[in-house]
């Protein structure tokens, strides 16, 4: 059984960072993103990064700011995050997916994890 946990959001002042963690269990994938939805809004892409050879890619929102890396010994991705926005409040989803196309929208996604909060405070 597929699983994607994510762990690691919470509170935290503006400019402030948080690091996410996405552990997968049951298989491997080709690809792991991590997506955003705050209240009242769609969910957007943030970021992706290939399993082999490590390709990643970010939304406009967030380059610069965020990180995103992956542990293939431990089938984890992480999304590190520095200077925090007000805006970057969300609630965070990892996300797999095992074909390698279009990483930056949700349609090559197979499984999601459950969410975690992130919320910035001004």
């Known amino acids: 059984q597929v699983q994607l946990v994510e762990s690691g959001g919470g509170l935290v002042q503006a400019g402030g960072s948080l690091r996410l963690s996405c552990a997968a269990s049951?298989?491997?994938?080709?690809?792991m993103g991590w997506f955003r939805q705050a209240p009242g809004k769609e969910r957007e892409f943030v970021s992706a990064?290939?399993?082999?050879?490590?390709?990643?890619y970010y939304a406009d929102s967030v380059k610069g700011r965020f990180t995103i890396s992956r542990d293939n010994a431990k089938n984890t991705a992480y999304l590190q995050m520095s200077s925090l926005k007000p805006e970057d409040t969300a609630v965070y989803y990892c996300?797999?997916?095992?074909?390698?196309?279009?990483?930056?929208?949700?349609?090559?996604?197979?499984?999601w994890g459950q969410g975690t909060q992130v919320t910035v405070s001004s």
């Open positions: 990064i290939i399993r082999s050879g490590g390709t990643t």
């Open positions: 049951g298989r491997t994938f080709s690809a």
């Open positions: 996300a797999a997916a095992e074909r390698l196309v279009r990483l930056w929208v949700s349609d090559p996604y197979n499984y």
